[in-house]
């Protein structure tokens, strides 16, 4: 959430929680958005609508369809007034051409500020030891990217990146890929 406020999201805004699992975020933002604001798409519709009954205070606030079954980043049924994205800690487990895909599959939504992102920095052609200690590869589980290949994964899909100097969890570098200003 505190990612996401920085970059100015209110409840006004309509957030896609790109692989939101069980909604460990979902859980807070769906009470923050307005009814109907949030949209959740992961590879397991089983694992959303669990979290949907478990986790959110009230799920009559989350619409079962709103929930989006979606393992290849097509992101099918979401409407266009999507503002802002998020997948937290979902492109260090996949492969960096998954991202390539999300980012340039984001580029439909018109009104769309900014997609925030996380994943591993490494150079290493091997196993890395990320800062606090967690171990990543550049060819399976955890991922780890070099940060010229995401520079350019962002500006390929169109988007301008920033490297927040956020501090997160297991040493994950949050990413902002803002789309060209309509005029």
């Known amino acids: 959430m505190q990612a996401l406020l920085s970059q100015g999201m209110t409840p006004e805004d309509h957030l896609l929680d790109i692989g939101c699992g069980a909604l460990r975020l979902g859980h807070k933002a769906v ?3 307005r009814p109907g604001h949030y949209w959740g798409t992961d590879a397991s519709l089983a694992l959303m609508r669990h979290g949907r009954l478990t986790e959110l205070p009230d ?4 619409p079962e369809d709103h929930l989006i079954e979606d393992a290849r980043f097509a992101f099918p049924g979401i409407p266009d007034t999507i503002t802002l994205a998020i997948a937290f800690g979902v492109f260090t487990h996949l492969p960096h051409a998954d991202l390539a895909t999300a980012l340039t599959n984001l580029r439909r939504f018109p009104l769309m500020r900014s997609v925030l992102f996380t994943v591993f920095l490494s150079d290493a052609s091997g196993p890395a030891r990320q800062p606090d200690g967690v171990v990543t590869h ?5 991922y780890h990217v070099p940060e010229s ?10 988007f301008t990146p920033t490297r927040s100097p956020m501090l997160l969890p297991r040493g994950q570098v949050l990413w902002v890929a ?3 200003q309509i005029p």
């Open 31 to 33: 009470p923050y958005l």
């Open 59 to 62: 799920p009559a606030r989350l």
């Open 138 to 142: 550049p060819d399976r589980p955890p």
């Open 149 to 158: 290949s995401v520079l350019g994964t962002i500006r390929s899909a169109g």
């Open 178 to 180: 803002t789309p060209p």
